[in-house]
């Protein structure tokens, strides 16, 4: 991960981010479960998910490895009149750049796969558990499920509307799979369409499992969707992880 894979996107990232109430009162319920105070997203990208943890009242840090996608975060974060820590920095080395532990660790939105190399998955997840507090929780999403690796979907809208389209286009490889994000103007001003690509390893339940245990982490709780559903290797089309140090 030496090159940024944002460095084009990080600008219109933000264009699919959609209102999801079952979403924040997915994480409401879950940090107040856990008596959770303080959050770090160690993969804050654009930083809507550190103004929805700062909303909820609660202490957040926030840090990425992208730099473009940080400077969207500033511009996010002062648009909204919010100040919080950003650090640019690699989550597979938190412990050596923050002192303070925290209750909760996210890292959202299929942002640990970018890891190819399963030894530096295992770092990613030994330096988040240690800047864990004892009885943390470690959060992690993604969108890829054992049921679409199956039927290996390829494309997803993921908007459409009368100005601009988003599809998603899936390649999928032996261990990886490959993102690619076509976005389409229909505007008489803009009629023009950009791509952009990131590729991930494939990592499902069972893998995590594996990962998570290897590496220090106890009781492990895997959901399918936003209402603490249970995740079914059959019809799950979200992967929800919730790891206890």
């Given at each position: 991960?030496?090159?940024?894979?944002?460095?084009?996107f990080a600008a219109y990232y933000d264009r699919m981010i959609?209102?999801?109430?079952?979403?924040?009162?997915?994480?409401?319920?879950?940090?107040?479960?856990h008596g959770v105070k303080s959050v770090l997203d160690c993969a804050c990208g654009t930083g809507n998910d550190l103004i929805m943890v700062h909303n909820f009242g609660l202490q957040v840090c926030g840090s990425d490895i992208s730099k473009a996608m940080l400077a969207q975060a500033r511009k996010t974060l002062t648009k909204h009149q919010i100040e919080i820590p950003l650090k640019h920095l690699d989550f597979?080395?938190?412990?050596?750049?923050?002192?303070?532990?925290?209750?909760?660790?996210l890292c959202l939105t299929t942002s640990l796969p970018q890891l190819l190399e399963e030894r530096e998955i295992g770092k990613a997840l030994k330096?988040?558990?240690?800047?864990?507090?004892?009885k943390g929780i470690l959060v992690l999403t993604q969108g890829l499920t054992d049921v679409q690796?199956?039927?290996?979907?390829?494309?997803?809208?993921?908007v459409n509307t009368p100005e601009f389209s988003r599809i998603m286009v899936v390649d999928y490889y032996h261990e990886e799979y490959e993102v690619n994000v076509l976005d389409l103007g229909h505007t008489q001003d803009n009629d023009e369409f950009d791509v952009y690509g990131v590729?991930?390893?494939?990592l499902l339940r069972d893998d995590y499992e594996r990962l998570l245990r290897k590496t220090g982490y106890s009781r492990i709780e895997f959901y399918g969707d936003w209402n603490f559903k249970r995740y079914d290797k059959e019809e799950s089309e979200l992967l929800i992880v919730v790891a206890h140090r």
């Open positions: 991960m030496t090159e940024d894979p944002f460095r084009e959609q209102e999801e109430p079952d979403r924040v009162e997915f994480f409401r319920t879950l940090f107040r479960k597979r080395e938190l412990p050596q750049h923050y002192d303070q532990r925290f209750e909760a660790v330096s988040m558990r240690e800047v864990l507090k004892p690796l199956k039927t290996h979907v390829r494309f997803a809208p993921a590729r991930y390893r494939i």
